[in-house]
Structure formats: C-alpha cells, structure tokens
C-alpha cells in the first residue's frame, strides 16, 4: 500500500484505467505510483485535481497541463497514447458512471482539492496557437533541417534526412524553367526559397514572418501580396486550414499557373476535439475533409491534377517536433500548447483521425 497523495489517488484511478495503470502518477508530495519505465504524470499541485473534478477528460487535462500544474516525464506521445487507448473507444471519450463521479467527488475532499472552478489559462479561446509563436520555438521543433513541412521518411533516419528528401522530391517535381515567378507561404527560414532560386534560377517570394535575411534571389515578406502574377505557388508547412484563402490565392496565379498545397484534413466521421477548437485553430476554424477542400479548389476554377497521401509520414514528422520541443524547457502555456498539439496530432494521424494530403492543381 502506497502512502501519500497518491496512495490515496490510487484506488481511483485503477477504478478508471484499469489495473495495473498503464502509466506511473507522481503527486505534489513525492509519492508515486504505478509501473516502472512508464512515462509518468506528475501532479504539481492540487489544483489540476481541482480542475479535472469541475471538468473531468480532455478539457480539465488540458488546462492542468498548460498551467504547468500537472506535468509529463517522458515521451510525450507515449504518455498520451497509454491514456488514449484506455480512455478512448474510437472517437468517444470515456463515460463516467455516477459511482465513478462520487468517488472523485470523495477522493477530491480527502486530499483538499475542492474549491471554486479554476480560471482557464489565458491560451484557451484566443485566435489559435500560431498567434505570436515565438520563432525560438519553431527553431527547437525543427532542429537541424530548419524546415516546417512534412518529411519523406522513406530511407530516412533523422528528421533532417526527412526534410531534405521531402524538398528534393517537390524541387525536382515542380520542373521550373529559369525566371518562373514563385511564391511560397508559411517559409519559415525561405530555405526551400533559397533552393528554388539557387538550383533552378527561380524568382522567388518567401512569405515569412521570421526575422530571416533575404537569400540571394528571394524577395521575403511578412505578409500575402496583395496582387501578382505567379507561375507556381507553394503552401507546404502549417497547421491552419487554407480553405478559406483558396480564391484569394487562385487569383495571384497566371493562367495555367500551378498551387501546389499540403493541407490537414479531418475524416468525415471523427468528431472535433475540445482542444483542437480552443486551443489551436480558435472558435471559427475546423479541419476540412478532403472532399471539401478539393470542391474549394474547384469551385475557384483550380482543377485538380494529383493527390498525394502523407499520413504516416506526417505523424513521425509530429513525433520528431515534439521530441525537438521537449530538449528544451516548457517555461509558458504556449509551449505546452505546442507540445499537446504535435503529440495528439500524432497520435490522430496514426490512428487515422485525421490526414495530410498534398494537392496539385492548375488554374483553368
């Protein structure tokens, strides 16, 4: 019999996620339990148990996390993946029994967790989680390759062989003729800008809110021009949804002008996570599917000449980022809002929740 908080915490939690636990709890006082060579979850302070008891699952999880009052040691993922398969049958969470909710009732007054409802952290139901990122955060994400899209994994071992397979692949593909205009959103670093213009002689715009200096041959913008005329455009990094730009895009291409986009669906029968709307995309954007992104770009007058599939590639690029994430520290809730998301994106993807599709097409 374990002492301490989480001895008392112990029979409860069997009673939820089975017996034995399929991850270690360490409590505020040192006690712990659980297995060993678990990741653990470690409650900083009672009040993430205050939170869970106002909203039990996802929600009161999530903010205990991104407050910093409860904690993860070990592969982010794992931890989350453990819960998720004790937790979750398909797309619906847990459902807690009356004598489940008086129990936690119970255990919360024994261990002085009871009290008004938390306020939420700051992060939840604002504009979405790239609002003011810090670049020092995409920069310990992508490590080496200093590239935000999906990596090729084929033959790969490293995130930064991934990356650079991945941009090699596009470069080689999109066959540009010396002085093609090209414009690429979400350029992070305009490393693939660079490629563009130094291999193939490519006029390029990077749009970039990055403090980069221009390479040779690319012209970088914080923002979209406004007019244009492109030969090609490219949107291959990024979490938010691009459906609702499609016709402001479309219109920047010459005709017979190429868009080339990777875009985050959902599946048609998966339900919207909590999270995943306040937290991430804020309250007005949702994933596409992919029917309905392909219907976006028709309506627009883009006809769509090739998809390409990247779900398992898309997830072990997740699972790198948040590795590359958790070498540093998780000093704000954005950082810890970062982290759950590529965690449970992951997870998603590999469990086919959700998708990334890459999506050729040319103006008519």
């Not at 009672?46 to 205990?64: D, F, K, T």
């Not at 002689?201 to 970039?208: L, P, Q």
């Not at 007005?284 to 599917?289: G, I, S, V």
Request: charged share 25%; glycine share 12%.
């Amino acid at each position: 019999m374990v002492d301490g908080a989480a001895g008392r915490l112990e029979p409860l939690l069997t009673r939820i996620l089975g017996d034995p636990l399929p991850v270690g709890v360490r409590a505020w006082d040192g006690s712990g339990i659980g297995p060993a060579g678990t990741p653990v979850f470690v409650v900083r302070d009672r009040r993430a148990l205050r939170r869970l008891l106002w909203r039990p699952g996802e929600i009161g999880l999530v903010r205990a996390y991104v407050t910093g009052e409860l904690d993860i040691e070990g592969d982010v993922c794992t931890a989350l993946g453990a819960l998720q398969r004790v937790l979750r049958h398909d797309d619906e969470a847990i459902r807690l029994s009356g004598d489940d909710k008086r129990e936690i009732v119970r255990t919360a007054v024994m261990l002085g967790a009871v009290g008004p409802e938390p306020k939420a952290p700051p992060e939840e139901g604002g504009k979405g989680l790239l609002e003011d990122t810090p670049e020092e955060l995409y920069s310990r994400m992508a490590g080496d390759s200093r590239a935000l899209g999906a990596g090729r994994w084929a033959g790969a071992t490293t995130l930064a062989e991934a990356q650079r397979a991945d941009e090699e692949r596009i470069a080689a593909g999109l066959a540009l003729e010396p002085g093609a205009s090209v414009l690429e959103l979400n350029a992070g670093w305009a490393s693939f800008s660079a490629r563009l213009a130094r291999e193939y002689g490519a006029e390029v715009t990077a749009v970039t809110s990055f403090g980069v200096t221009p390479p040779e041959g690319v012209r970088v913008l914080p923002f979209v021009p406004a007019e244009g005329s492109y030969d090609v455009i490219v949107a291959l990094a990024g979490v938010l949804p691009l459906h609702g730009v499609i016709g402001e895009l479309a219109a920047l291409l010459r005709p017979g002008g190429r868009l080339l986009v990777r875009q985050p669906v959902h599946r048609r029968d998966s339900v919207q996570r909590p999270f995943t709307s306040d937290y991430v995309f804020g309250s007005e954007e949702e994933l596409p599917t992919l029917g309905s992104f392909a219907e976006v770009l028709d309506a627009v007058g883009l006809e769509v000449r090739g998809v390409t599939a990247l779900r398992e590639d898309y997830a072990r690029t997740l699972r790198a980022w948040a590795a590359g994430l958790q070498q540093g520290p998780l000093e704000d809730g954005r950082a810890r809002t970062w982290l759950l998301h590529l965690a449970t994106t992951a997870l998603a993807a590999e469990a086919g929740r959700i998708g990334l599709y890459e999506l050729d097409s040319v103006l008519r």
